[in-house]
């Protein structure tokens, strides 16, 4: 493939970003509407509230948090679209919202919820309308084309207007369209939503190789914990705007899944599980319980000794549980 433009330093720098929206509130009834229009009262949503961490070149991070976490909001910022209440945001050192076309040449932007190319063109029409845009010449324009097209299996699909493409065929070729100019830091914003596992696996695919290749630094939120552990060894997770992690997905794991849970299956009746851990479930026979890792080992020995054991799991908890888990801790004030 091709490789993007490298630059030194940070590619991404935030520094306590704070952004707060201000929602004007009306009142009930004609007095209401009036009410609002000469005194207006505002509610304040914080979405953001002081969030620092800064992003390498070549870096692929996974930019995750429940619903309404903040994650939009920031990417926004970092894309020019919004201005922040407070704090700095900084992409290639530019200051994102002065949408200066040397910053604007070295970013994209993909949100799965949002059409940006033309719904009535075929989608060749247009990439050669970005083409024209971020002037590209013309050979390079070719490779280019082929080094995305190729490898999204979108040869077929070029000269179909995009309302009659699948789901799936429309966001590879939003994709396309985000990479032509060659960014050098890409967010994609939940890019996979509602796509169909073979277009999943596809994207997926085409990520990780365009990362690797090209050495762009790419930002993902996903709510497909498959998307992320397949692609991000980094992952920062915020909750109520607030940062709530930081690090490598592995550590992550391993700082979550300091539990494990022993599913057994037993015969024994009205057996008390209750001293050997905590009793998750018990129906037919199997009782699920969470023990530390540390006593695994202590545990099992000791109830293979008290009851006819026909069957024993040890499951560690996924990934999906373990972000759960970081999702429900409460925010550290800063
Ligand atoms: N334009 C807006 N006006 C008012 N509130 C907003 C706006 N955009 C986002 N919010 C609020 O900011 C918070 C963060 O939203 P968002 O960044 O979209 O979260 P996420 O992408 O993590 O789901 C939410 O409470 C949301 O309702
Ligand atoms: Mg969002």
Redesign the pocket.
Known sequence: MFHVKQFGGPVIHVDGLRKE?R?AEKQAGFSGTLKALFNPTYKV?E?VKGVSFSIQQGEFVGFL?P????????IKILTGILYPSGGTALVHGHVPFDRKPEMLQQIALVMGNRQQLWWDLPAQESFTLLKEIYGIPESDYKQRLDLLVGPLQLEEKLTTQVRKLSLGERMKCELVAALLHRPSVVFLDEPTIGLDLTSQRNIRSFLKEYNRETGATIVL?SHYMQDVEELCERVIVINH?TLVYDGTLTALSAEMSGQRRLRITSTAQDFDFTPYGNVISQVDGVTEIEVASADVADITAKLFAQIPISDLAIDEPGLEETIEKVFSTPAQPQ
């Open positions: 929206f929602l949503v979405a948090g619903n309404g976490a903040g994650k939009t909001t920031t939120t705007g």
